[in-house]
């Protein structure tokens, strides 16, 4: 149990920097900035998938928690927020170089999640705006300052400590239960599930990488290294680890439905790609 509560601890502590300095930005521009930078921030979206897809892929899971803050205020479009989530590499990149997988093997996935996730942003936003006539969301990150009940009048420091304490708590509390689910059913029984079939490794790996936790990312990698999972059951599940994205996202954006679709679409890509990779044949 202490290592549960240690882990839960560790898991929501290194988070802090990346939704302070986001909720801290994000109180900026609600109250220092101009109409015009934030039209400036609104028309820079198209390219979002781009940006979105290379910083994901940086270690941690933190900045799929901003991601789904800035989606949550419409500063970033649904397309940027798939590149983030499908690029996010959570613990992947400390795993493989804890095991000393060679650089060929970690470029190679880091570029497929960051292409993956570059294409499908693109492609997410362009079928938004062309195909279903979406139009731009309005800024709501006035919103967001209600939903969170914040005391914007204290200034945008203390309005952003506000808003990263609540979240921490909210993310502490589902964490601690993820992880206290995992101590009692063991990654073994979780690692059991996938099998390394073609099609059903892919889905249920996506499956498993939707667990809101890093344990999905370790557990994945882990048995990839070990000959257990193929390459496309591989990139499937670390495709549809967003870390704590979706979690965060639940609590910040106000649309349930909306939300249950973008956990719909990030399943599908995700499962889409990897068994592409499968199909053919890529190698890692």
């Known amino acids: 149990m202490s290592d549960v509560i240690f882990d839960t601890l560790q898991d929501c502590?290194?988070?802090?920097?990346f939704?302070?300095?986001?909720?801290?930005?994000?109180?900026?521009?609600?109250?220092?900035?101009?109409?015009?930078?934030?039209?400036t921030i609104r028309r820079s979206g198209r390219f979002g998938p781009v940006i979105g897809s290379v910083l994901g892929a940086f270690p941690q899971c933190g900045f799929s928690a901003a991601a789904s803050?800035?989606?949550?205020?419409?500063?970033?479009?649904?397309?940027?927020?798939?590149?983030?989530?499908?690029?996010?590499?959570?613990?992947?990149?400390?795993?493989?170089i804890s095991e000393k997988a060679g650089a060929d093997m970690?470029?190679?996935?880091?570029?497929?999640?960051?292409?993956?996730?570059m294409a499908a942003g693109f492609l997410v936003d362009i079928i938004a705006v062309v195909f279903l006539k979406k139009e731009k969301d309005a800024l709501?990150?006035?919103?967001l300052c209600e939903q969170h009940h914040c005391h914007c009048d204290r200034g945008i420091v203390k309005s952003a400590?506000?808003?990263?304490?609540?979240?921490?708590?909210?993310?502490?509390?589902i964490t601690f239960?993820?992880?206290?689910?995992?101590?009692?059913?063991?990654?073994?029984?979780?690692?059991?599930?996938?099998?390394?079939?073609?099609?059903?490794?892919?889905?249920v790996a996506g499956i498993v990488g939707l667990i809101p936790n890093c344990a999905a990312s370790v557990i994945i990698t882990q048995l990839y290294l070990r000959g257990v999972l193929n390459a496309g059951a591989m990139i499937s599940g670390l495709l549809t680890g967003a870390g704590v994205g979706l979690l965060v996202l639940f609590r910040v954006n106000d649309k349930t439905k909306e939300n249950m679709r973008?956990?719909?679409?990030?399943?599908?890509?995700?499962?889409?790609?990897?068994?592409?990779v499968e199909l053919l044949g890529v190698t890692f």
Do not use: W
């Open 161 to 173: 400590v506000h808003h990263t304490i609540e979240i921490f708590v909210y993310l502490f509390i």
């Open 69 to 96: 803050n800035l989606y949550a205020g419409r500063i970033i479009t649904l397309g940027t927020l798939i590149s983030i989530y499908l690029s996010t590499s959570d613990e992947m990149l400390p795993i493989l």
């Open 177 to 203: 239960a993820l992880n206290f689910m995992i101590f009692l059913i063991g990654e073994d029984f979780l690692a059991n599930l996938i099998l390394n079939r073609p099609f059903i490794g892919e889905a």
């Open 13 to 17: 502590v290194r988070l802090l920097p």
């Open 262 to 276: 973008i956990t719909a679409i990030l399943y599908a890509l995700g499962v889409a790609a990897g068994c592409i």
């Open 106 to 117: 970690i470029f190679k996935i880091l570029g497929v999640k960051i292409l993956i996730g």
């Open 19 to 39: 939704l302070f300095f986001t909720y801290l930005a994000m109180e900026y521009l609600e109250h220092k900035a101009g109409e015009k930078m934030q039209n």
């Open 140 to 143: 709501r990150i006035e919103h």
